[in-house]
């Protein structure tokens, strides 16, 4: 199994920073990472596929760099409702693989 | 619009069986790689299952590998997850999730997740 990696665990921020997240790969995952977001009490939602692509509707302020076995999603201005925990995942293999989520406070 | 409602879960004692299912509506249900996903209380994501968009190819983590599986009626736009022998380690919430493509490995994300249905397994 691929086993991934984020840190921080969590983090807590003001609004208007800029926020980095970083997610790690135990082998070569190519490009195929996923980031969710999982807001208190809700189900996840993708932010950005395949490392780099926003998901239709996300906030421009999102994006993804990285391939291979290491991969960070940035906040570019942490808004209120960013308040979340977030989750990469890799979709290279069976089994797909989550990593243990960074949680966001403001 | 796209939606998937899952149903099913409930209070089941250990060792005993439950079906889930979700109901998918707004999109092309046949066409999609679908994921069954959970989340222990208080934990992170686990994915569980997946399988091909005409039910010909089953996916499992080692977890489940036995006790758990995927299926779906493509008819109906319906998606299962048949549970057995279940244990307390199995409480959580159960996800269903549409793939954004056709492929389970080499794929491209979740892109269309349910509420989730609450699974508890306690005596």
């Known amino acids: 199994d691929i086993q991934m990696t984020q840190s921080p665990s969590a983090l807590s921020a003001s609004v208007g920073d800029r926020v980095t997240i970083t997610c790690r790969a135990g082998q070569s995952i190519n490009k195929y990472l996923n980031w969710y977001q999982q807001r208190p009490g809700k189900g996840p939602k993708l932010l950005l596929y395949?490392?780099?692509t926003l998901e239709s509707g996300v906030p421009s302020r999102f994006s993804g760099t990285g391939s291979e076995t290491d991969f960070t999603l940035t906040i570019s201005s942490l808004q209120p409702e960013d308040v979340a925990t977030y989750y990469c995942q890799q979709s290279h293999s069976i089994p797909q693989t989550f990593g243990q989520g960074t949680r966001v406070e403001i | 619009q796209v939606q998937l409602v899952e149903s099913g879960g409930g209070v089941v004692q250990p060792g005993r069986s439950l079906r889930l299912s979700c109901a998918a509506s707004?999109?092309?249900?046949?066409?999609?790689?679908m994921h069954w996903v959970r989340q222990a209380p208080g934990k992170g994501l686990e994915w569980l299952a997946a399988i091909s968009y005409d039910g010909r190819n089953k996916y499992d983590a080692d977890s489940v590998k036995g006790r758990f599986t995927i299926s779906r009626d493509n008819s109906n736009n319906t998606l299962y997850l048949q549970m057995n022998s279940l244990r307390a380690e199995d409480t959580a919430v159960y996800y269903c999730?549409?793939?954004?493509?056709?492929?389970?490995?080499?794929?491209?994300?979740?892109?269309?997740w349910g509420q989730g249905t609450t699974v508890t397994v306690s005596s």
């Open positions: 707004g999109f092309t249900f046949r066409s999609y790689v």
């Open positions: 395949v490392a780099s």
């Open positions: 999730a549409k793939d954004r493509g056709i492929t389970v490995v080499r794929g491209a994300g979740m892109d269309v």
